[in-house]
């Protein structure tokens, strides 16, 4: 006698399949507007326990449901987290994603995946952080943010129009890829050799280079500011560079370096550039911030290797 599969086994099998289709967005969400991918992974996983649990018959979008509980959730986060920040040791970066290996996650305007951006999305409240991600980057329309919010239309654009003129007081326009890439280059090649004034000649007049290490030992715990002192801070210490391995990695849809000390990921060296030059230079030592990037050695076989004998 054939037997039909149950209609629970069918329903739990379109139930991952609808989750499958959104994870990569829903993830996407979660950490623009949380900064970190274990955490953004948390609330995802959440997300899907609240999938499975939910009468989803009478779901008209399964999109937007997941979206808006995928919001609320880190908007719930993110306003622990910031509590939590406040006893971290020295800068907070956002923690890096590895966009080689998960390109859906920047395929939404990546710009709005930038790691410049995200440090200064952390200024604005939770709230006002989410609804401008899901404008910016995903393109929901003011009615939708607004059920997700649950709040008017009518404050929700006001809500991203405040965020965006924030945004824009602090954010600058970024370089292209190439251009980007040949100044961390520049960057890296002058600090390797000692070259105080070759990087100087790549910084902006307003540099700031931040330090997350959260406490460990040697690792600056203020912003260095100005291009001298960001110059110095980069070439202070020559046995930082001597005896390293420096790969080329795509960290949030820019290109970074790993640092390679004794055969292991160290350090994350990003930089965030305008037409003035380098005006944000980022340095990862946090060993869970560069988490994404310890995978076995045989991943980095066929990343190129950073030329650093010029820029």
């Not at 449901?65 to 406040?86: D, M």
């Not at 030592?285 to 990343?303: C, D, H, M, T, W």
Request: hydrophobic residues 45%.
């Amino acid at each position: 006698m054939h037997l039909e599969p149950s209609p629970t086994t069918d329903d739990l099998e379109g139930a991952v399949s609808v989750f499958v289709q959104h994870r990569a967005r829903l993830f996407g969400i979660a950490y623009r507007v949380l900064g970190s991918v274990v955490e953004a992974e948390d609330v995802v996983q959440e997300v899907w326990l609240r999938w499975q649990r939910t009468d989803r018959s009478v779901v008209v979008s399964p999109l937007a449901f997941l979206s808006s509980a995928t919001t609320r959730l880190a908007i719930n986060v993110a306003q622990s987290a910031r509590v939590r920040r406040e006893t971290y040791i020295g800068p907070w970066l956002p923690e890096p994603v590895d966009t080689s290996s998960d390109p859906e996650v920047g395929a939404q305007r990546a710009e709005a995946l930038e790691m410049a951006l995200l440090l200064v999305l952390e200024k604005l409240s939770p709230t006002e952080r989410a609804a401008y991600v899901l404008r910016e980057a995903f393109d929901y329309g003011y009615p939708e943010i607004a059920e997700m919010l649950q709040l008017s239309p009518v404050n929700v654009r006001k809500i991203v129009s405040r965020a965006r003129k924030h945004l824009l007081d602090e954010q600058r326009e970024s370089v292209d890829t190439a251009e980007h890439r040949r100044l961390l280059s520049a960057f890296v090649s002058a600090a390797r050799t000692g070259d105080v004034a070759s990087l100087e000649a790549v910084l902006a007049p307003d540099a700031v280079s931040l330090s997350d290490g959260n406490g460990i030992r040697g690792v600056a715990r203020i912003p260095v500011v100005g291009p001298a002192r960001v110059a110095n801070l980069a070439t202070a210490y020559p046995r930082f560079w001597r005896s390293v391995d420096l790969r080329l990695v795509d960290a949030n849809g820019r290109t970074g370096v790993m640092i390679h000390r004794d055969g292991e990921p160290s350090t994350l060296l990003t930089v965030a550039a305008s037409k003035a030059g380098i005006h944000r230079v980022m340095w990862l030592f946090n060993p869970s911030k560069i988490a994404a990037f310890l995978g076995s050695p045989s991943r980095y076989a066929e990343v190129p290797r950073l030329a650093t004998d010029g820029a």
